[in-house]
Each structure stands twice: as structure tokens, then as C-alpha cells.
């Protein structure tokens, strides 16, 4: 008990390391905390009430919605808008950036993107779901509405990122780019509570993370590393384990902690891959970085990508050091073959 510390405190211990910051940052991200708790909440009955199950509606991508994708959308809408310290939000959930009307809300200098909860597919199995949230200052002048430029920002500029993964428990891990750190949520007190302080990837791994069934539409470097990871080979503990949960989050904290690569390349019928630049791969890739490891598009960094437009797609590889540089070896010996 002696050791405890809540994410409250953390934030506020670790804002006192920059003596200009004002405590924006810090309220902006106690209130993601809550959101999350709510969202972490209406997860764990998913299965009692009839919750789960498409809304009817689709979002941009013509995907169906869960309820409950709506519920945490809105739910971390509200947060964000409530606390007066961002002045707009995109969300894969939205079809269009959203500007808070609020005069307080138009004197803030953030704006929050996020895939509110991604992975809902598999909630209906309960399996571990996520929600991924990116933080930038905005560009356009404060006392104005945000604009598009504010999002379509590149995540080099990211001033914060991170996840909830709702899972067997549920934990939020952040960066503000001075290391990545990982609390685990205690019900019984409601509170995150600081169990993963500076958090690194080892820089090799034995895990590689795919969904193999698109094989023959993979590029063909990727599927030559595939092979690669396969192959038998003690010296460098090959094969590889193959793990693949679908739900982003899931895969990409398990490989964080135990080492390993994610991939998700483009294929043949989805040239640009599926996963979104903005609110998934940012902010991943900035987590990533932070911890020790790689990310990126196949050829160059993720974060330099100069995004130019909100639900963006890329092709998606982040994971240990080598693995990653292997990886890309592979795709430069076989460059866009299919
Ligand atoms: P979503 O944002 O619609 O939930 O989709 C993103 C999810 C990721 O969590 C996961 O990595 C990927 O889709 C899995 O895709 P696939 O089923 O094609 O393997
Ligand atoms: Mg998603």
C-alpha cells in the first residue's frame, strides 16, 4: 500500500517536471481517465444487458456501429467538452472533425483525436477491447472554432498519446514523451493505480502478430518475412510464436511487454491497408517509440507521414527493434510485389 499512486497524482508529479505547463494537460487527461471508467463499466455487462449488437447506423468506413461504440464515443466527447481544456475532437466514429461551441472550449489549445473503442467487433465474444486517444496543440488561433489543419497534423506533434485496453483487467498506458507508464484500474476504489512505470519493449521479440488469412493478398516481402518467422532456426528461436487476438490494443500491449511485431500490411484489394492513420497508428506509433521500438508504414516512420485527410488508412507494422528492421530487409528486397 505504501507505494501506491494514483494516475492523479502520477500526472501532477510529472507535471512538475516542466515548470511551464499549467495543468491543461493534466485535467485534459484526468478526464479521458473518466470517460474511461464509464466506458470500462458498460464493457463489463456488456454480456447481462442487451447492450452489444449494431446500432444500425454505419460509420465513414460503412462499417456497422455497436452500441457501444456509440456509447464511448459520446462518452469521451462529453469528457473532453466538459472540461474546457480541448477545443475540438475527431473520432473514427465521426464523419466530420467536431468543434466545441463553448467560448471556453474555443480558448483551449488542444484538440483530441481517438478511435473511441476499437476492436468492438469482438466484444460480442468477450474479448479485450480498446480505446486509442492522440493529443495535439491546435494551429489555428485560440478564440476560433477548431479547424481541419488542427487534425491533419503529422504525429511527430503529438503531445500525448495512449490506450485503455478493457480486458481480463483494465489499464490505461500513456505518453507525454518522457517515457510510457501503465496503471491498472482497481474497481473497488475506482482509481488507476500506477503498475507499469517506464515501460520498454525488448528490442528483439518471438512473437509476430498477423491475420494470416490474408496471406496471398500480402505484399510479397511481407510474405516472405512470414515465412522467415517460420522457419526453424535455434540460433535466433525460430519459429516465432504466432499470436493474433484482432483487437489492436490487445495484440500491441501483449507484444510491448513480452517483445514481438504487429503487422498489418496492405493488400491486394486494400492498398492503403486498414488500420487508421490518425487515430490508431499515431498514437500507437508514439507509445512505441517511447517504449524502445519501431513503427512504421513499411518503408518510412509513421509519425512523419503528413496526413491529408481524417480516416486516412496506412499500412501498419510496430514492434521490437530488429524484428521490425528485419522486416523492412525483407520489403526492400521485394518492393511492391504482390
Ligand atoms: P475497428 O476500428 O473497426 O474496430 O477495426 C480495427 C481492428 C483492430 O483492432 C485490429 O487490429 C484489426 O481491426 C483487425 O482486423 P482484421 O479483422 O482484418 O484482422
Ligand atoms: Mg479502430
Do not use: W
Request: aromatic share 10%; hydrophobic share 35%; net charge negative.
Amino acid at each position: 500500500m505504501s507505494n501506491l499512486r494514483t494516475l492523479g497524482e502520477f500526472i501532477v508529479e510529472k507535471q512538475n517536471d516542466f515548470p511551464a505547463a499549467s495543468g491543461e494537460l493534466s485535467s485534459l487527461l484526468s478526464s479521458i481517465s473518466l470517460a474511461a471508467k464509464l466506458v470500462n463499466r458498460e464493457i463489463n455487462k456488456a454480456g447481462l444487458v442487451d447492450i452489444t449488437g449494431a446500432v444500425g447506423a454505419e460509420n465513414i468506413q460503412g462499417e456497422a456501429q455497436q452500441k457501444l461504440d456509440v456509447f464511448a464515443n459520446d462518452n469521451f466527447k462529453a469528457a473532453l467538452e466538459a472540461r474546457d481544456q480541448v477545443c475540438g475532437i475527431a473520432s473514427e466514429e465521426e464523419d466530420q472533425a467536431v468543434s466545441f461551441d463553448k467560448e471556453q472550449n474555443q480558448n483551449a489549445k488542444y484538440v483530441v483525436l481517438m478511435d473511441p473503442l476499437d476492436g468492438s467487433s469482438n466484444i460480442d465474444v468477450n474479448v479485450s477491447v480498446g480505446t486509442i486517444f492522440s493529443i495535439y496543440r491546435r494551429i489555428s488561433p485560440i478564440g476560433s472554432p477548431a479547424q481541419e489543419e488542427d487534425f491533419l497534423q503529422p504525429g511527430t506533434e503529438q503531445v500525448a498519446s495512449g490506450y485503455v485496453i478493457y480486458g481480463s483487467s483494465t489499464m490505461l498506458v500513456y505518453t507525454t514523451g518522457a517515457g510510457v507508464h501503465g496503471f491498472t484500474y482497481d474497481p473497488s476504489i475506482g482509481v488507476f493505480c500506477l503498475s507499469h512505470e517506464n515501460m520498454t519493449i525488448p528490442q528483439d521479440g518471438f512473437i509476430y502478430s498477423i491475420n494470416e488469412g490474408n496471406y496471398a493478398k500480402f505484399p510479397l516481402g511481407v510474405k516472405k518475412y512470414i515465412k522467415y518467422c517460420q522457419v526453424e532456426d535455434t540460433e535466433t528461436q525460430r519459429p516465432y510464436t504466432s499470436r493474433y487476438i484482432g483487437s489492436l490494443v490487445s495484440d500491441f500491449h501483449r507484444n510491448l511487454l513480452m517483445g514481438g511485431i504487429f503487422l498489418y500490411p496492405s493488400t491486394r484489394s486494400y492498398p492503403k491497408g486498414k488500420l487508421r492513420l490518425l487515430y490508431e497508428c499515431n498514437p500507437i506509433a508514439f507509445l512505441m517509440e517511447q517504449a524502445g521500438g519501431k513503427a512504421t508504414d513499411g518503408v518510412q516512420r509513421i509519425m512523419e507521414i503528413k496526413p491529408t485527410e481524417l480516416h486516412q488508412r496506412v499500412p501498419f507494422f510496430t514492434g521490437s527493434n530488429s524484428m521490425i528492421d528485419t522486416l523492412h530487409e525483407f520489403i526492400k528486397q521485394n518492393p511492391d510485389e504482390y
